[in-house]
């Protein structure tokens, strides 16, 4: 169930499965809530509707996307004005009468289409893979139609990939919920376009009830590992620091153990826990854990990998903090200087990580500018 708050008092119903309408299955937190919700809420006269629509669950996403495709398409009205759908060739949606959206890399006319029309395309294509039963490559491929561009091959971000993700969702809503279903993807595709609209906050309830059936259905150790991950993302985007860290830390062992073989999977959760470590102000703890980490990331990584960029840039920033010494703020300037010019090269100099390189930088150098020995 992805549906976490009762319908008439709109308590959150955390893991436990509450109360549920038999007729259309709509979720109260208890008899009397579901009562009150018949005689005075108005579900008397949803309950048939909701049924029809083919369960609470279905009705709730369409109710979803149709706001968010709303939302997506007036975000965009700018700059799809004259334009057409490149897969309906219509401006409007002959059924549904919506607008355009494009937020991708396409250049020129090319690009704009309907959600709806995205959505079709995705499942079409999906479809086709699951019945011709075609290997899990061309799957995957088929699959990242949902969140990326047909065209450009760039990944939709914000409003208009929480539209394609709520589209995702009401599609395989009904799939049966067992541990290899395409319903288990759909909520993955759903919680990552809330979180790019930065609705965080729904993102978390989603994952949170995500990880509670992974665990009911008996999920790999791995998989449920890749959940409290983004549980911790969210945590993190909702400034819920110290929970982000104490998951973390559990995150890190938890790898630790299972990924001897997979050094990459490894080091992402470590460079995970040292930006927790970073925002929580502990920079002692996570300069020793970075000095520890660090050779045995080169070793396992290579010296030209972006996790180990990210781990050293990391490491920079844990010398920086509130009262370090001149000398740990010269190695500071030192290494952001070499990350910086590597930056350029490697990433482009108009790319975030360049960026931000580059500011942390500048803040080094007026800190050492300043500094004296302690």
Request: hydrophobic letters at 35%; aromatic letters at 6%.
């Amino acid at each position: 169930m992805i549906l976490t708050h009762c319908a008439a008092c709109a308590a959150p119903l955390g893991l436990a499965l509450g109360k549920k309408c038999g007729r259309c299955s709509t979720r109260y937190c208890g008899p009397a809530c579901q009562e009150q919700h018949w005689k005075e809420g108005g579900h008397d006269q949803l309950c048939k509707l909701i049924k029809k629509a083919g369960g609470a669950e279905q009705y709730n996403a369409n109710t979803k996307y149709t706001e968010a495709v709303s939302v997506a398409a007036e975000a965009c009205a700018e700059d799809t004005k004259g334009q057409t759908c490149y897969i309906c060739t219509q401006a409007l949606h002959w059924k549904t009468k919506e607008g355009l959206v494009r937020m991708c890399a396409c250049r020129g006319t090319a690009g704009f289409a309907h959600v709806s029309c995205l959505a079709e395309q995705a499942k079409i294509l999906v479809d086709d893979a699951e019945e011709r039963n075609l290997d899990y490559e061309i799957r995957d491929s088929r699959w990242a139609r949902w969140t990326a561009c047909g065209l450009c091959e760039q990944e939709y971000h914000g409003v208009v990939l929480c539209a394609l993700g709520w589209a995702c969702w009401k599609t395989y809503v009904s799939r049966p919920e067992d541990s290899n279903t395409i319903r288990t993807c759909a909520i993955g595709v759903l919680a990552h376009g809330l979180g790019d609209a930065g609705r965080h906050e729904e993102r978390l309830q989603i994952q949170q009830t995500q990880f509670s059936t992974q665990m009911r259905l008996g999920l790999s150790e791995q998989e449920l590992l890749a959940t409290r991950c983004n549980i911790a993302v969210c945590l993190e985007e909702l400034g819920r620091d110290e929970e982000a860290l104490a998951l973390r830390r559990e995150c890190y062992a938890t790898s630790k153990r299972l990924n001897v073989a997979n050094p990459g999977d490894l080091y992402i959760d470590v460079l995970n826990l040292s930006k927790s470590l970073l925002d929580t102000h502990r920079h002692t703890e996570a300069r020793s854990f970075l000095r520890e980490q660090l050779p045995k990331a080169r070793r396992a990584l290579g010296p030209a990998d972006d996790t180990l960029f990210k781990l050293r840039w990391n490491y920079a920033l844990s010398l920086c903090d509130t009262g370090a010494s001149r000398e740990d703020v010269l190695e500071a300037t030192t290494l952001l200087e070499e990350l910086s010019s590597t930056a350029q090269r490697v990433y482009g100099p108009s790319n975030p990580v360049a960026a931000g390189v580059k500011r942390d930088l500048a803040h080094a150098r007026r800190k050492l500018a300043s500094s004296t020995d302690s």
